[in-house]
């Protein structure tokens, strides 16, 4: 009879019938394997039961019905994973059709465990936590703390997490003040305003062959209260590196950050710098040294700590360097098509005042083109060459705009999901793991009646197993 053929399935209070043969289809899985020992089988209503997802069920079976699995978008991407392995079937089976809907979910998990490696949640960690981290889970489980391996991870918390308390957020704006005065300091003493001029005596020949001596401004410095600024920040850079340098979980890790190395050699150029001004100075061309201290500038990148902005922005750039990379190779492709074309477009028709003198030159031309800045000092004066600028400009444009989009994109994912995750409950509901039930010996049904017509059920059944 067909009645036989068939095998009822209840998913989650949801029934569903097919043929066993449909489900024999695709061999090696859950359902088809399915026999009437199984501790899911209800001899009464003559079905299987299985406490899963009934509305991801719907498309597995399809999928023995069909050979097509699809997506439901309805479910989560990691609910639709967990679910087909339970089944015994292969995620990679995904149709093309759904195949960029279920895998957004990779993304989304990529995404977080960037911002997990960021270190932009707040949350403030268990002490245990803290014991693991630097080193000393041992000594937390005994209680045998020291009084440095209690000190150590408040010391760390201070100074290098800016939200951890308080007292943290206070030096966290001590230190932003002192890199703002900083900057400041190494900009505005390179005013003119801000000199003081070098004067020395020289002595000159007069006309009537007599000697005299004059004033001459030999050099400028920087006044001196831009001396006594820069020691007093780069005393409270030296004492901020060192405190962290020694709280550190991890003092190999800490040095190769790139804004530890950053802050150290920024922190380093001043100490060199003070020792060639007083050994050095009268070293011709000693004005080149101080080229180095730019590096302090670099400070600004600091601020990372204090800002997850600046944390995503750095991050948008990482995850578009494919794009960049493809955005630079694009433009120095244009650039020395165009500056090549304009060369030879300037000596077609006579040009007495041809800018355009070597294809070298041209490239000057082709980048600040492309790049829509156009200062004005190179300009094609024929033309064809102006026929080749108008084409360099649009060329240009639409280079640059093509990569804008994905970059954009990157930004405002990783923003989302951060204030996504601001936005999460500190604490959640804890769900109990379930536990199954071990399957014993089915009792028959009562009898209705005595007799020969009295209902009947099937004998005991033991040992079944569970699937």
């Not at 957004?104 to 997990?116: C, F, G, I, K, S």
């Not at 949350?123 to 889970?137: C, Q």
């Not at 040095?255 to 802050?263: E, F, T």
Request: proline share 6%; aromatic share 12%.
């Amino acid at each position: 009879m067909d009645a036989e053929n068939r095998v009822v399935l209840n998913v989650g209070g949801i029934r569903h019938e097919t043929y066993k043969a449909t489900l024999k289809k695709i061999p090696a899985t859950r359902l088809s394997r399915l026999t009437e020992n199984l501790a899911n089988y209800d001899p009464i209503l003559n079905e299987y039961f299985f406490d899963r997802h009934p509305g991801v069920f719907a498309q597995v079976l399809n999928y023995y019905r069909t050979g097509k699995l699809h997506y439901p978008t309805d479910v989560c991407g990691p609910l639709f994973e967990e679910e087909l392995e339970y089944w015994g079937l292969d995620s990679n089976q995904v149709e093309p059709c759904c195949w960029m809907t279920y895998t957004a979910h990779r993304d989304t998990q990529e995404t977080l465990a960037v911002l997990d490696r960021l270190d932009l949640d707040t949350d403030k960690p268990s002490e245990e936590e803290v014991a693991r981290k630097f080193g000393f889970e041992d000594d937390y489980l005994s209680g045998n703390l020291s009084w440095w391996q209690k000190t150590k991870p408040k010391l760390w918390s201070l100074f290098d997490e800016p939200y951890s308390s308080q007292a943290a957020k206070v030096i966290g704006v001590i230190s932003v003040f002192f890199i703002c005065v900083s900057i400041l300091s190494f900009c505005l003493k390179t005013h003119p305003d801000m000199r003081v001029p070098v004067i020395e005596n020289v002595t000159v020949n007069t006309p009537e062959n007599t000697t005299a001596w004059t004033l001459d401004k030999k050099a400028t410095n920087a006044h001196e209260a831009f001396f006594y600024i820069e020691c007093v920040c780069n005393t409270w850079f030296t004492f901020e590196i060192l405190i962290r340098l020694i709280a550190s979980p991890n003092k190999f890790v800490f040095l190769k950050a790139s804004v530890n190395m950053i802050d150290f050699i920024a922190t380093l150029s001043f100490y060199v710098d003070i020792i060639l001004q007083k050994f050095a100075s009268h070293v011709e061309n000693a004005d080149i040294l101080e080229f180095f201290s730019i590096i302090r500038i670099m400070r600004l990148f600091k601020l990372t700590r204090h800002s997850s902005g600046l944390k995503i922005l750095i991050q948008t750039f990482r995850a578009s360097a494919k794009e960049l990379t493809l955005l630079v190779f694009f433009l120095v492709l244009g650039i020395v098509i165009f500056a090549s074309l304009v060369y030879y477009a300037e000596r077609i028709q006579a040009n007495p005042h041809n800018d355009f003198n070597s294809i070298p030159l041209g490239l000057w031309w082709a980048l600040v083109t492309m790049t829509t800045v156009g200062y004005g000092d190179m300009a094609p004066k024929t033309y064809v060459g102006m026929f080749v600028g108008a084409l360099c400009a649009l060329a240009g444009v639409l280079t640059i705009a093509l990569p804008v989009p994905v970059i954009v994109s990157n930004f405002a994912m990783y923003y989302s999901h951060t204030q996504a995750r601001a936005k999460l409950p500190k604490k959640r509901r804890r769900v109990l793991p379930v536990e199954h039930v071990r399957a014993g010996p089915v009792m028959p049904p009562p009898k209705r009646g005595g007799g020969p017509n009295a209902v009947r059920g099937p004998g005991p059944k033991m040992g079944k197993l569970v699937q």
